[in-house]
């Protein structure tokens, strides 16, 4: 069984692990781990250079998360963590007292960093690093190219970080702007995966800066509109909020309703030219499930708060036999 996931940080980072459960509970290999081949393809329009070093803030979530070393409160760094370096750059009069990178985090910049320099493209420094960290998956980034996002405001462009986290989204979005997204290419192995998989799954990622930046780049929503796997996503909008941070303000910004019906009309079903087959929303939003099936939509209603492991693996299991694949 081959599975592929789409996934931005903290959300997609959860539901993989979910996933993984369910594959080693259902799938196992008998060493502790599972039959099934997982891959997961991260967002890469958070990134930023930074100190000198370049921070890939999902790709790192997934790291962390899926090998066991997540701040699990946040949902995002490493626990344990210290501050030590980031407080003695301050006392310099630099760095940015909103976006702090932690001693143990810090390492794994200056080591993705010195393998950049040395010439290896991200996808092998991405390889690399997950020897350490064995998340149980293969991790890809969505691109070798370096691309950034930057938030168009009234007073000029953002990057999406200071926007996101300084400001808390709270700066109204005039839309955003992708630098590098229109000459990248997917990295190494990404298309084969997409055309490869039984399933491709779409998790509940920010559909607009996560989701929507690895569709956007050239070739990726071609692949997904024409491989023979079966592509179900999972609402990230429950009751009409984002499960988590602020995708309401992005959404906002190109004109789409922050509800689960809305969302599953942005993204599309394939039959009409968009990247979905199916949808699972949560029971908040249940009264979505009529409009979308009249429309063609394989959809269901099922609680998707992620609340744990074992409920995640269930999520996981709900969205896959949406489209008929029961481990």
């Known amino acids: 069984m081959n599975i592929t996931v789409l996934s931005g940080g903290v959300g997609g980072a959860r539901f993989t692990r979910g996933l993984l459960a369910l594959l080693r ?14 891959t997961v393809v991260a967002n890469t329009g958070d990134d930023l250079w930074l100190h000198g070093v370049r921070v890939c803030p999902d790709l790192d979530t997934l790291l ?16 344990d963590e210290s501050r030590r370096v980031s407080d003695d750059l301050a006392a310099y009069g630099l760095g940015w007292e909103w976006f702090t990178l932690g ?11 010195e393998l950049l320099r040395r010439g290896l493209p991200l996808s092998a420094v991405v390889e690399r690093l997950a ?77 607009v800066v996560s989701v929507g930046t690895i569709l956007a780049v050239p070739g990726v929503g071609d692949a997904l509109r024409t491989t023979t796997a079966r592509v179900v996503g999972v609402s990230p909008v429950v009751g009409g909020a984002p ?25 599309g079903r394939r039959a009409a030219g968009g990247v979905l087959d199916a949808w699972l929303v949560d029971t908040a939003d249940a009264d979505a499930v009529a409009p979308l099936r009249a429309e063609g939509w394989d ?28 481990p």
């Not at 962390?64 to 626990?79: C, M, P």
């Not at 200071?162 to 997204?181: C, I």
């Not at 992005?250 to 309703?257: D, K, P, R, T």
């Not at 959809?299 to 029961?326: N, W, Y």
């Open 299 to 326: 959809v269901a209603a099922a609680g998707t708060l992620m609340h744990d492991v074992p409920t995640t693996a269930g999520i996981a299991a709900r969205a896959l036999a949406l489209v008929g694949l029961t």
């Open 243 to 267: 499960v988590r941070g602020m995708a309401d303000a992005c959404l906002a910004a190109i004109g789409v309703e922050t509800s689960a019906l809305a969302v599953a009309r942005h993204y």
């Open 131 to 207: 020897q350490r960290w064995r998340p149980g998956v293969r991790l890809l980034p969505m691109t070798d190219h370096e691309v950034e996002t930057h938030v168009r405001t009234a007073d000029g462009l953002l990057h999406f970080e200071e926007w996101w986290v300084r400001h808390r989204a709270a700066v109204p979005a005039l839309g955003f702007e992708q630098v590098g997204l229109a000459g990248s290419s997917p990295a190494p192995g990404v298309l084969d995966a997409i055309a490869g998989a039984d399933v491709v799954v779409v998790p509940p990622s920010n559909p």
């Open 103 to 113: 001693d143990l985090d810090l390492a794994t910049h200056l080591a993705r960093t």
């Open 64 to 79: 962390y998360t899926l090998g066991d070393a997540v701040h699990e409160e946040q949902g995002w760094g490493r626990r």
């Open 25 to 38: 509970e259902r799938l196992p290999d008998g060493a502790g781990g599972t039959t099934a081949h997982v």
